[in-house]
């Protein structure tokens, strides 16, 4: 983890990597490229979150998938979960399959967060009133949100779409420990507003809530730049990255994901170290293998 000694040190080359970064040009390489594509917040909340839970896999292969959906959903996926009925609206998903996920599936999702729209106006007022039920703890809060979506929507489209086969693969479990990474992208997306992300929940949730989604690259990065020990995909490493980050900006820790991620997804800086890359990279000052880089 970093140390507070450290941490000036990790901001001064961070900040102006983040400043120099093109966010913009780097969106349609990313799932978030959906939910941009919407202007109203309620369209985006409901985007964002089954282009968040799809966004496993490689990109060529569940992006049509997203597309399509979007089709079904149309001008207005907020009014689409709004008024979705599984036993009248289920045959619309019937050709739908993607990997572990089953039309039944997406169905629960839909159905899910349709009726929570309904009870509380938004998906973010739902999770924001989780949230202080928790006393502001991310954990509880995200996991009774994802929890009370897929039981209610695996009850409404019981008997009309056939059986749920892998609904917690697209809305995690926090409480179980993993890294629930897609959902702490939604969050970001959400909470978080700037080039990139939406703030369509801007207000109702502190970005200082946050934690880090963690893939391979953000792990891999992480472990270069001194923000984590750890080695494993969880949420323990996601809180120990995110405490580092807190040190560097304690109100937006999160602010660095999609730079961070990026630098690795562009091949920018790959898993197998190219001295080239490594040369020319701002962060090289703070990561442990561009210090070890012998310069002839």
Known sequence: MLSASRAPRLKAVLDPYLDAFDGKARVGFDPVELPRRFSDPADQEVVGLVSAGLAYGRADLFRPKLFGILEILGGSPAAFVRDFDPARDGHLFAGFSYRFNLPADLGALLAGAGAFVRRHGSLGRFFAGELARSGGELRPALSAFSLAIREEGAARVAGHMGPTRALEHLLAHPAKGGACKRLLLYLRWMVRRDDVDLGAWEGLVPRSALLMPVDTHIMRIARLLGLTSRNDLSWRTSEEITASLRLVDPDDPVRYDFALCHLGMSGACPARRVTEHCLR????????????????
């Open 281 to 296: 990279c701002p962060l090289r000052k703070e990561c442990s293998a561009g210090r070890r880089l012998r310069v002839a």
